[in-house]
């Protein structure tokens, strides 16, 4: 889950995926309606039910294949419950266990009896089209002395310039219009998130989110640093906050109306983190509050959703307890914590964004799923794109899924500018082995939520974990600018990197307006 926008500069997405290898720290769910025929299988529903429903979704067992629930899920869920688990299925649960032996093995038999030998693929509602639509692609120079391991890739639309970190060298480069790279700055980590603005003297400024380590790992070297951008060498620095637990993304905010801007963040973690409010005090330096110190937040949405004249937060969180989560402005300090949307923890959740798909009047929700570097290692079906109509009154409705393996970001624009919202996609956990097109989709709306998707052939120029949408070149349309994490986290056996592991980066320029 990394992604993370970037306009949160994918944000999150871009790192999401990588970040995120514990979503299943607990995984169960409810299981089928079948479950009660055999009383030790009903009652190791129950059991599940009682378990597992206390830190997040409950799981069916048919959401994964019989192996992988019984040598990897349900082995690393043991833990939590107090149970030792051994190598070749063996258990063992102490005085402290909070089943005994002989539940747990009811537990087990409710997974491996109910679930699947294997998962089927999900069946796409519309046939994909192989062509480049409306874009052309712009590629810089490969150097193939570098391996492409990058992490964040933003458009600067107030200097007009590409911004780029990288995992290995943990640098900061931009690009120019013909994507002639220049390097800016070291950094003390990798990238993950960019936003740009201007300061109170006009100048242009931008923080970087900085995750502080890649492990998944309880490690707090996350930091947000601020770059002064009109000096091209970029020495005007500072450090607005250090000691963050693996940063996504970092949305400014002044919360609390004080005329100074604060920073929302979200300190995915690991076991630990949380959404965090850095509060700028007059001596403008910063105070870290916690909004919802859980681990797993990846990107969040500023906005006054109620109309009350306040900021309000929408966080989407990616780590065992799966969900959109509104925050209200109490404007005392505080906020008023409200859930939208939940989803199971086998999901893997990415990536979010508010549009008017319908044009009602009201936000609907973008939504991405497609994590998979936990211990459920598996292409699986549910992976994919989906719609959520706003009903009113803070109630979505999915009107939308394209299944896509692995998928971790979506962005709406009207691309080919006729007046509807289309669609971008990646999938870091694409089926490379035999589906590599859907690495990077494009959907062009025809009518009314009806999408034509449009499989672009970039799969053999990078592994595409990042992504940004504006006008990069200022032509009045849309362009998408794709970062390549070319090695490591590659779950289909055997398989060998296929695509560019030395590009860091791809533009895919919008013809619309030429």
């Given at each position: 889950m990394f992604s993370k926008q970037l306009p949160f500069s994918l944000y999150y997405v871009c790192f999401l995926i990588l970040v995120a290898t514990g979503l299943l720290v607990g995984s169960c769910q409810s299981g089928s309606s079948d479950a009660t025929a055999d009383p030790l299988i009903a009652a190791g529903q129950q059991l599940a039910k009682q378990h597992c429903s206390s830190c997040h979704s409950l799981v069916n067992p048919d959401a994964l294949d019989k192996e992988t629930w019984v040598k990897h899920v349900l082995p690393a869920m043991a833990p939590n419950l107090g149970i030792e688990a051994y190598p070749g299925g063996q258990y063992y649960a102490g005085r402290t266990a909070a089943v005994s032996f002989n539940d747990w093995q009811k537990i087990i038999a409710f997974y491996e009896t109910l679930a699947p030998a294997k998962l089927k693929p999900a069946t796409a509602p519309a046939p994909v089209v192989n062509d480049w639509a409306v874009f052309s692609l712009q590629m810089p120079q490969s150097d193939t002395a570098q391996t492409a391991i990058t992490t964040l890739v933003a458009m600067d639309?107030?200097?007009?310039?590409?911004?780029?970190?990288?995992?290995?060298?943990?640098?900061?480069?931009?690009?120019d219009q013909n994507l002639r790279p220049s390097f800016v700055r070291q950094l003390p980590s990798p990238a993950v998130n960019a936003t740009f603005f201007r300061d109170a003297k006009n100048r242009e400024q931008g923080l970087f989110t900085c995750l502080g380590t890649m492990r998944a790992a309880d490690i707090t070297q996350g930091e947000l640093i601020e770059i002064g951008l009109a000096d091209k060498s970029a020495k005007d620095s500072s450090v607005i906050y250090k000691d963050l637990p693996r940063p996504l993304q970092s949305v400014a905010a002044d919360l609390n109306k004080d005329g100074l801007m604060d920073w929302v963040v979200c300190g995915f973690g690991h076991l630990r983190g949380g959404l965090y409010w850095l509060k700028q005090t007059p001596g403008h330096t910063f105070v870290k509050r916690p909004i919802r110190e859980v681990a797993g937040p990846v990107q969040a949405t500023v906005q006054d959703f109620n109309a009350d004249g306040w900021p309000d937060l929408m966080v989407l969180f990616a780590h065992a307890d799966e969900g959109i989560w509104l925050f209200l402005n109490d404007k005392k300090g505080g906020f008023t914590e409200r859930n939208l949307l939940r989803f199971p923890p086998v999901y893997g959740s990415t990536s979010f964004q508010l549009v008017d798909f319908n044009k009602d009047g009201r936000l609907d929700i973008l939504y991405t799923c497609g994590d998979n570097s936990d211990f459920s290692k598996v292409l699986k079906p549910y992976h994919g794109v989906y719609i959520y109509l706003n009903q009113g009154n803070f109630r979505y409705k999915q009107t939308y899924f394209y299944p896509i393996n692995g998928c971790t970001k979506a962005v709406a624009a009207d691309f080919d500018l006729d007046g509807d919202l289309d669609m971008a996609t990646i999938a870091f956990f694409a089926d490379f082995e035999h589906n590599s097109a859907e690495?990077?989709?494009?959907f062009e709306q025809d009518k009314g939520l009806q999408f034509k998707p449009h499989a672009l052939p970039v799969s053999t120029y990078g592994r595409w974990i990042c992504m940004d949408v504006n006008d990069f070149d200022q032509d009045g349309d849309a362009d998408i600018?794709?970062?390549?994490?070319?090695?490591?986290?590659?779950?289909?056996?055997?398989?060998?990197?296929?695509?560019?592991t030395h590009l860091p980066l791809v533009l895919l320029k919008n013809k619309t307006r030429q």
């Open positions: 639309t107030i200097g007009h310039r590409l911004y780029s970190s990288d995992a290995i060298r943990s640098d900061l480069r931009s690009w690495g990077c989709l494009y600018v794709l970062g390549n994490f070319s090695k490591t986290f590659i779950i289909q056996e055997g398989l060998k990197p296929f695509w560019n």
